[in-house]
């Protein structure tokens, strides 16, 4: 986590380079002690109770072939799962009296609800003795995680399509409850008020989640709106870095990330969005009437840990939330079998067995290939795309040259010009450069002097040091205003090259001019314009005059979108080995890049935005909610839809082009990354951009299990044992030949063509009777045939379709496809094909 507003791929290094802080726990043997995760044998409650709930997310039929729906879920049962939950806690507590008869230890978390086990703090030795016990299944050392608008709306199109089809965004998204797993949230936001008054407005009854009261988060804090927040830290604690007065024992998000989030997914429409005083538009959420719960188990310092995080999400499971939105990613791959096999993914298959779409951020680790985390196919993973809006900047030199910047700043006053006083030029006669080598970052006014700036244009330089958040931008706008200038210029040091500066806010007139050309014409014009005295070195005369335009106003001309270069990519490199996973990630792209969204009171994530109500944020963390909450529209349409039937709507009608009609186009470098862009492929991108008027009328849809995922995780080489120690089942019951092309997910990925393959495809029509006919565009080396190519599928029926491919041309680098189905009635369904051909010696090529 930790993203400030600037530069997304260099925090993101330092993140990984942070090390674990170690953990300061005294025992009896001086034995280092460490969080592990234990599961164990027996079901978990959401088990115990499948049979009653709709636990198998899917449609069911009737005699004549045709979809039934469930039930929704009932909210009658939460109170016997509340009982056999402390009945479970109970069992943990005499497990480990017994297995750790007198020593040590302590409990952190029961999980009862999604996975039967607990966190403990335990020793080596200790978690050694627990994994020999005979109800234990697996245990695992605790990991750490980190986190991974105005217009967007807009952008998507939502006023006259996803919102229109259900009265507006005076209703849309409403019954549903969108659970985030993220910093917390700021209760006092108007993004979060309900309007006592509107009775029609009710908690959904299928949720029964609280709200934790404490000092920073008073009794009131809840409402309709925000239905449920609670906290998350015992791992954290455990390890003596949380901090109550900074991290806050409570939901309160003392970050930002989390109410930026969850204001993205479902934060009231119509919020004015006011920064350093100026008026940026209006917000609204996705899903304006959806509900928040919050649940917190990250923080600002430290990032999270996974045994507060699967805490966090078997209570969103347990509270009946509808969706869970995850803008976090694990730190570094999980290590094992395969990535699916962690702590955390393991816990969200049985969210997904629950009936919950869970929609994570695909990480900030791009744009190398295969840099994802996560390829579990039950999990819906978002990557960043840039929107069409820009706030461009500009400053008129007194040569007439014209340099384009950011900053979000008024201009100064119009057919004016001032004087440019360089701050290495005004210094006081007692500061010095060598005393102070950074005096140019004009951190402090008490260097300089006042009569040379005042009513002038203060230049600064910008270095990598505001980007690691040693000198603010802030700090150096108070040093101009006390110094009286009439505005502030930022020349870019030129050591930070080539990467997206987010727009900063600044109430008095200001610029950042970014390229490191225009920074050298900026530099010549002022230089030249000097005069200076040979004897004292002294500049004499200032010459060089400019105006700033101002970068207040919004156009919407960026052609977007596009994939941005910290987006996470794929294809997975190592699941499952002899075989790839053949799992297509990223499933969708979604707005990520400079995302207005509420900000919390106190966030210091970022020092740019502290204290304002909004942020401009940019990350695969600001994609995630996004779709989250297009995703409550989708249910809210479709209360019976499985997580599958979701995905498969956001992805089949998702958009492979670009604004002007030309393909989306991937950036492939941080550094100028406009300039190193290529079309994306579906590794960079999945399915395509997300489409929301297209998702709520798919026509058809791809539906795959929980005992689909069993399957496939069955299918994977030696995974028999770890899938039991997870699940608690066995491997003996489940069709361990589906391999990933065998899912029926709505793309086709094959890592390893040999000679031909067929893979099949079911789809469902929950449209009217429509008559689609198939075409494609094969992959280049391999040829494609689906049969039939031409049917006709009543409303609830489903129909199976065969795909050939077979191989032509060997090759080391995979190739694009794509297949689509056209209804007669207006549907199309789109399904990306990705294909590595790896013809073997012994057959001879015809
Ligand atoms: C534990 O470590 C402390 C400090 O290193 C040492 O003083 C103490 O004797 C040790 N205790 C045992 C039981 O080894
Ligand atoms: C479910 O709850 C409702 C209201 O709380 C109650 O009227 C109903 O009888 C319950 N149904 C069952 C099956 O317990
Ligand atoms: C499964 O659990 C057993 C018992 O704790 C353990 O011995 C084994 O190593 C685990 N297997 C895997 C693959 O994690
Ligand atoms: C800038 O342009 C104006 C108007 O076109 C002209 O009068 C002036 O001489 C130009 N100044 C310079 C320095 O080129
Ligand atoms: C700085 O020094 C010059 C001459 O040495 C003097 O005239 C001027 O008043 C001094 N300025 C300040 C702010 O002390
Ligand atoms: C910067 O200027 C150099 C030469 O002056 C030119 O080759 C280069 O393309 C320019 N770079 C950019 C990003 O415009
Ligand atoms: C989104 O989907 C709708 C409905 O299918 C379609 O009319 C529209 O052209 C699509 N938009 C884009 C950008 O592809
Ligand atoms: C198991 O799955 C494979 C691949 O999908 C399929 O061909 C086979 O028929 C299935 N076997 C059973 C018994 O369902
Ligand atoms: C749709 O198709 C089914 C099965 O072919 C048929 O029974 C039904 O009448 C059709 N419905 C409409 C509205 O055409
Ligand atoms: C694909 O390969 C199979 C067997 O190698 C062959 O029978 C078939 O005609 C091929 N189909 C196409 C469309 O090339
Ligand atoms: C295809 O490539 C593989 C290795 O990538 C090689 O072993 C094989 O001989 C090649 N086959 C053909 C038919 O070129
Ligand atoms: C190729 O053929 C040889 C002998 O016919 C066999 O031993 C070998 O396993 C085959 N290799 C592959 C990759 O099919």
Redesign the pocket.
Known sequence: MGKNSFLVHLVVVFCLGMVLPCLCVDDPDNATSDVYVVTLRHAPASQYYGELKTVDNGFKHDASGRTQFHKPRSSNLTKTEKIYGSYIAQAHDSLLKKVLKGEKYMKLYSYHYLINGFAVLVTQQQAEKL??SSD????VLDFAVRTATTHTPQFLGLPLGAWSQDGGFQTAGEGVVIGFVDTGIDPTHPSFGDTKSDHSYPVPAHFSGVCEVTRDFPSGSCNRKLVGARHFAASAITRGIFNVSQDYASPFDGDGHGTHTASTAAGNHGIPVIVAGHHFGNASGMAPRSHIAVYKALYKRFGGFAADVVAAIDQAAQDGVDIISLSITPNRRPP??ATF?NPIDMALLSAVKAGIFVVQASGNTGPSPMSMSSFSPWIFSVGAASHDRVYSNSIFLGNNVTLPGVILAPGTAENKLYKLIFARHALNNDTTVADDMYVGECQDASKFNKDLIRGNLLMCSYSIRFVLGISNVKLAEQTAKNLSAVGIVFYMDPYVIGFQLNPIPLKMPGILVVSTNDTKILMQYYNSSLEIDPASKKVVKFGAVARICGGLKANYSNNAPKVMYYSSRGPDPEDSLPHEADILKPNLLAPGNFIWSAWSSLGADSAEFQGENFALMSGTSMAAPHVAGLAALIKQKFPNFSPAAIGSALSTTASQYDKSGGPIMAQRSSAFPDENQTPATPFDMGSGFVNATGALNPGLVFDSSYDDYMSFLCGIN?SA??V??YTGQNCGSYNSTVLGPDLNLPSITLSKLNQSRIVQRTVLNIAGNETYSVGWDAPSGVSVKVTPSHFTIANGERKVLSVLLNATLNSTVASFGRIGLFGNQGHVVNIPVSVTVKISNNITKS
């Open positions: 994994s020999r234990v299944s697996n245990v094992g079998v096999f030696g044992p770890v039991l120690n």
